[in-house]
């Protein structure tokens, strides 16, 4: 089989699949790497990529999961501006073990600001706990191209009064 050929089915292989398959032979490891075709980055993914790595292969990336406490202190400020004004299909942010802090200084850096579809997770641990309504309009107001949202395990104060025009 064509090395694009290869690289073009792959690019269809979840992560890890992804991965494995490109290990196979040395043909294969090719066609995958060179460029590197991989299209979705899961958060747990992400979380596992060595810090030394550059992540500038992933170029072809339409969907990018990741948590953003981990990204902003674990991931190095050169791999960050990988990210800088890349167009994502989909981004999921997660907030597990963050706060509203963590998504400022994301929301600071202005790397990722263009996608169509923004899955966001774990904003507030509960109704007992919930996360800044009034941060998380901030957060939305920078993804202005999104398409569709899914929300899932937010919870919103509702004590905040602010004005969207002003967000």
């Not at 948590?67 to 004004?85: C, G």
């Not at 901030?138 to 025009?165: G, K, Q």
Request: proline share 4%; aromatic share 10%; hydrophobic share 40%.
């Amino acid at each position: 089989l064509p090395s694009a050929l290869i690289a073009e089915t792959a690019s269809y292989l979840k992560a890890a699949e992804y991965i494995t398959f490109s290990e196979c032979c040395r043909k294969l490891y090719v066609s995958c790497h060179v460029p590197c075709r991989i299209v979705h980055i899961p958060t747990c993914l992400l979380k596992r990529y060595p810090e030394h790595l550059s992540m500038a292969k992933f170029i072809h990336l339409k969907q990018l999961g990741l948590n953003v406490r981990h990204f902003i202190t674990k991931v190095s400020p050169v791999n960050q501006s990988t990210w800088n004004n890349v167009a994502l299909h989909t981004l999921q942010l997660s907030n597990r073990g963050g706060n509203e802090c963590d998504v400022d200084i994301f929301l600071q850096r202005r790397l990722i600001t263009h996608t169509e579809n923004l899955k966001l997770h774990k904003f507030g641990k509960d109704d007992t706990h919930p996360y800044d309504a009034a941060s998380f309009a901030r957060l939305l107001c920078t993804f202005p191209m999104i398409e569709h949202l899914l929300l899932w395990d937010v919870f919103l104060s509702d004590d905040e009064i602010y004005n969207c025009a002003s967000v």
